[in-house]
């Protein structure tokens, strides 16, 4: 069983920065592609960015230049640290992974960027 746990979100500021991070549970964490995804009120939830196992990125074109994903696999912890946040930005943030055909979701993390 694959157990995802978010934390790090809060209230910042416009211009300001947060981290996010996702603790996984289970053997498969270093050998999967980890993902943000996010949903803001009255939208669909959409794909923030995504990492390889070995690292390789891509991020959404709005977040493109600020947010940057990576991993840790020794501690199998996947973050999100964002930078220059709008309030454009503010949403629930959820980590993703998927195995055996099964997609995996945290709780999810309020992110709220306001003054």
């Known amino acids: 069983q694959v157990q995802l746990v978010e934390s790090g979100g809060g209230l910042v500021q416009p211009g300001g920065s947060l981290r996010l991070s996702c603790a996984c549970s289970?053997?498969?964490?270093?050998?999967?592609?980890m993902a943000w995804y996010r949903q803001a009120p009255g939208k669909q939830r959409e794909l923030v960015a995504t990492?390889?196992?070995?690292?390789?990125?891509n991020y959404a074109e709005p977040v493109k230049g600020r947010f940057t994903i990576s991993r840790d696999n020794t501690k199998n912890t996947v973050y999100l640290q964002m930078n220059s946040l709008k309030p454009e930005d503010t949403a629930v943030y959820y980590c993703?992974?998927?195995?055996?055909?099964?997609?995996?979701w945290g709780q999810g993390t309020q992110v709220t960027v306001s003054s």
């Open positions: 993703n992974t998927k195995w055996a055909g099964t997609n995996y």
């Open positions: 289970g053997s498969i964490f270093r050998v999967n592609a």
């Open positions: 990492i390889a196992p070995f690292g390789s990125t």
